[in-house]
């Protein structure tokens, strides 16, 4: 079965920093895109940033570069995201999701909640 | 970036209905396109990629249509764990953007 366990949120003061932690299970990670969707409350979908399968190639949302970075460790089936300098509108649930780039996302992860504010 | 355009925004309706929503895509994405269903509090949940495929274990009365810009899904028989939000979503290229939404609620 495939599982995707997001962690790390946590209330942060704007300018602060985040990482968040996405383990998965149930399937072969080296071979799949994996991505960050974020919801704002009452919001809806964004895609937030996707790294290809050996980790050689990353994309974000033009909101979030040069602030957040998209990390993967295949060893640990593993997904992260490094987020600096956090704004208020950073403020939302992350979702981990199987799929990037020319591809949908199939699994998800139960999310986890970010809010920046002081 | 290409914008993901859905109608309607929102939409009350009755069990046994048969509902249709539309998502416009501002250029042309051939058959690159996703639907999702999300119940509050919940992570969204694939229901059909490429337009048209139906997501394994998703129930026969959804089904998804169009290309280029243009695309529906449509539920044959509303039943009652049908209400929710549904979001378009295009992967043709990066970023893959949502549509903002279409609230499904019981009339």
């Known amino acids: 079965e495939v599982q995707l366990v997001e962690s790390g949120g946590a209330l942060v003061q704007p300018g602060g920093s985040l990482r968040l932690s996405c383990a998965a299970s149930?399937?072969?990670?080296?071979?799949?895109?994996m991505s960050w969707v974020r919801q704002a409350p009452g919001k809806g979908l964004e895609w937030v940033a996707n790294?290809?399968?050996?980790?050689?190639?990353?994309y974000y949302v033009d909101s979030v570069k040069g602030r957040f970075t998209i990390s993967r460790d295949n060893a640990k089936s593993s997904l992260f995201l490094q987020m600096n300098s956090l704004r208020a509108e950073d403020t939302a649930v992350y979702y981990c999701?199987?799929?990037?780039?020319?591809?949908?996302?199939?699994?998800w992860g139960q999310g986890t909640l970010v809010t920046v504010s002081s | 970036d290409i914008q993901m355009t859905q109608s309607p925004s929102s939409l009350s309706a009755s069990v046994g209905d048969r509902v249709t929503i539309t998502c416009r895509a501002s250029?042309?994405?051939?058959?690159?396109l996703n639907w999702y269903q999300q119940k509050p509090g919940k992570a969204p949940k694939l229901l059909i990629y490429a337009a048209s495929s139906l997501q394994s274990g998703v129930p026969s009365r959804f089904g998804g249509s169009g290309s280029e810009t243009d695309f529906t899904l449509t539920i044959s028989s509303l039943q009652a764990e049908d209400f929710a939000t549904y979001y378009c979503q295009q992967s043709h290229s990066t970023p893959g953007t949502f549509g903002q939404g279409t609230k499904l609620e019981i009339k």
């Open positions: 250029r042309s994405i051939s058959s690159y």
């Open positions: 999701a199987r799929g990037g780039t020319v591809t949908y996302f199939d699994y």
């Open positions: 790294i290809r399968r050996p980790g050689s190639e990353e």
């Open positions: 149930g399937f072969i990670f080296d071979s799949y895109w």
